[in-house]
């Protein structure tokens, strides 16, 4: 089954929408304040969205990844300056680090849940990331479980974020902040494409020729040939 990510855009957003039944396409809680969103009907909401992922695409560049199964979208990944977050000043671990980056949602379909897509998530962002001018970690407010927000179906599980290399940044009983440092996502992306080299390599590696016969060999033949058996 061909598992892949790629850059998340608005007509894939779009297709996570309609066809994936992806949550969130009304959703304001990282994207604006409590204020400004709470004023917004449904149809301005999904408006709103849109726009501050055109204006990140074009301002700041990539920010998501879309996994695709079988050419499928069936997750997908964001990721922002936490500049352009206003809805997570509402965290009491809030503020984020200056020298990291926010990942705010994170959504697999659920029938792919448990196959690995969220790791291949994380690692098309590390992808990404690397080498990013002043980005040294990647930063995300998670939920415990314990006393989780009204809003807990936005904040991405902190025992997901565990499993992929995340460590707590600052503890809090139902949303801390965790942090993965760069080293990590430079070591999984290290990783990813020795692993791709290692099939390239083996699949363009050409068969070994056979050995040519020695000459003298081939007059020990032909003489042999020519001489009458017993």
Not at 74 to 79: A, E, P, Q, R
């Amino acid at each position: 089954m061909a598992r892949t990510t790629v850059p998340l855009t608005l007509d894939l957003l779009g297709a996570l929408y309609d066809d994936a039944g992806a949550p969130c396409r009304t959703c304001l809680f990282w994207e604006r304040e409590p204020v400004h969103r709470q004023r917004l009907g449904p149809e301005e909401r999904a408006q709103e969205k849109e726009a501050w992922v055109s204006e990140l695409l074009r301002e700041w560049g990539s920010c998501g990844r879309v996994a695709l199964v079988e050419g499928r979208p069936v997750g997908y990944l964001v990721y922002a300056p936490a500049s352009s977050v206003p809805g997570a000043a509402a965290f009491p671990t809030a503020p984020v680090s200056p020298d990291a980056v926010l990942m705010t949602t994170a959504w697999v379909c659920p029938e792919h849940t448990g196959a690995g897509i969220g790791r291949l998530l994380v690692q098309g962002m590390a992808r990404d990331l690397v080498g990013r001018d002043g980005i040294r970690a990647v930063e995300a407010f998670a939920r415990t479980g314990r006393g989780a927000p009204r809003t807990a179906e936005c904040v991405v599980p902190a025992e997901f974020l565990a499993r992929v290399g995340f460590k707590t940044q600052r503890a809090h009983p139902s949303t801390p902040r965790m942090r993965m440092d760069m080293r990590s996502l430079v070591t999984w992306r290290d990783e990813v494409e020795a692993a791709w080299e290692r099939i390239v390599d083996a699949v363009r590696r050409p068969k070994a020729a056979p050995a040519p016969v020695p000459r003298s060999l081939h007059g020990s033949l032909r003489r042999q040939a020519r001489s009458p058996r017993p």
